[in-house]
């Protein structure tokens, strides 16, 4: 997955088509057309060498 960080603004694209079908899915969760849509919030940290996993919990 390509993560590009632009001010204010993330992207992210998917470089095969399994993290296709993973962004698809993240997208449906928190984006709700009919309803208010949900906010990533981080847990614990994420230290490159140290820790590899970035953790976010999906709020409403």
């Known amino acids: 997955m390509k993560i590009t ?3 204010k603004v993330v ?4 470089e095969s088509p399994q993290e296709a079908k993973a962004l698809d ?3 449906k969760v928190i984006i ?3 309803s208010t849509n949900k ?3 981080p847990i614990g940290d ?4 140290e820790k ?3 953790r976010f919990h ?3």
């Open 5 to 7: 960080l632009d001010k």
């Open 11 to 14: 992207e992210l694209k998917p």
């Open 25 to 27: 899915t993240l997208w």
């Open 32 to 34: 709700d057309c009919n």
């Open 39 to 41: 906010k990533l919030v």
């Open 46 to 49: 994420y230290i490159p060498g």
């Open 52 to 54: 590899e996993l970035a």
């Open 58 to 60: 999906i709020e409403d």
